[in-house]
């Protein structure tokens, strides 16, 4: 089998399910021919029991075989949405790791992802529908009991010398009133929003025989 089919297989098996355009930006975005390509490789592995099809919706979603998930599953929506996540994610930066759904037992938070991006860890929750106050006041809690516990200083991840607990970030349309003395939240629309957030907003200004040089922030010098 290719590396790229076991790349698919591991994405299906890692996001649960993909559409056939999540699978061409995925592993076929730089072929001149990127449908064709992956409608041949889809079909190959249809033909062999890799993968399965559901047909119900366009384009249609693929899932490993067996699947791990019901093809009507009404967790399908939420899956994708973290596929459109990663996607977007990729575009600045590959993450070093990025696990779906991780488990941390039944008394902590459930994220919808961890991942290790940038050099630093997150944890993500994409939200699809608006959460009361009620609601996110539990979930935040969860974080704070995980933080409490110290059970994340043991992850592998984490460096010997300075612990870190990861920030959320929340992918939200609804701005909520958040608030903890132990987790940090970041709650923004889309991943654009997070990194301009971090984008350097320096201006330095250097003058020599005259001459002055601007990194940085562009000015815009005035005159009468």
Partial sequence: ?????????????RFRCLTRDDIIDLHFKNLKQ?????????????????????????????FCS???IKK???????FLKIVEFYKSLINYEQPRSFIVEPKYGKEYMEPDAFMLW????????IQRSVYSDKVMKEKVGRYESFFMSNEWQQEPWQPQNKKMFPPVILITDTRYNIESAYVKFYQVQSIKQ???????????????????KVTGSPLKLMTD
Avoid: W
């Fill in 1 to 13: 089998m290719k590396k790229r089919d076991m790349d698919i297989l591991n994405d299906l098996q």
């Fill in 34 to 62: 990127p449908v064709t390509c992956c409608n041949t490789v889809l079909k190959r592995l249809r033909r062999d029991g890799y993968i399965e099809v559901s047909k119900e919706r366009q384009p249609y979603i693929y």
């Fill in 66 to 68: 067996p699947s791990p």
């Fill in 72 to 78: 009507d599953s009404t967790k399908i929506p939420h």
């Fill in 118 to 125: 940038k050099k630093a860890p997150f944890f993500v929750e």
């Fill in 194 to 212: 997070l990194v301009k957030m971090f984008e350097p907003k320096r201006t330095e200004v250097a003058m020599k025989d005259s001459n002055i």
